[in-house]
């Protein structure tokens, strides 16, 4: 049963650090009832050293709304600010999806593994 129909947020968020990038796996709904989870690990990510790439791992994300999608605008719109390269990684099914149908896939780094994503970062080490 969805967030929306329970009124409670079914995302787990979860982060760790690599060399020179920030990783965020998203795992379950990102929808309005989910963003507070989604907005106080951002919030705490901020709070650290900046790295040269944020990398969200979506490949585990079943659904994004509109608010979870104006969300992930305004996480890109801040690591531009501060130089970070956001990265998009395991953009497949649902994810890929939205992307296409908003517009909004080639405003990201889009890629469809998360290893791809990872690998990029590693590279430009």
């Not at 989870?37 to 705490?44: G, K, L, T, V």
């Not at 969200?56 to 801040?78: A, I, K, P």
Request: net charge negative.
């Amino acid at each position: 049963m969805s967030s929306e129909a329970t009124g409670k947020p079914t995302l787990t968020v979860t982060s760790g650090l690599s060399r020179n990038a920030i990783i965020i796996k998203l795992e379950g709904e990102l929808d309005v009832n989910a963003l507070p989870i989604f907005q106080e690990h951002i919030q705490r990510i901020w709070e650290l050293s900046p790295k040269p790439f944020l990398i969200l791992d979506l490949g585990e994300l079943s659904f994004c709304d509109s608010m979870g999608m104006n969300e992930l605008v305004h996480l890109m719109q801040r690591c531009e600010a501060q130089g970070t390269r956001l990265l998009l990684g395991g953009v497949q099914g649902v994810m890929a999806r939205v992307l296409s149908i908003t517009g909004l896939r080639h405003a990201f780094e889009v890629y469809a593994r998360f290893d791809d994503a990872m690998r990029l970062a590693v590279t430009h080490a």
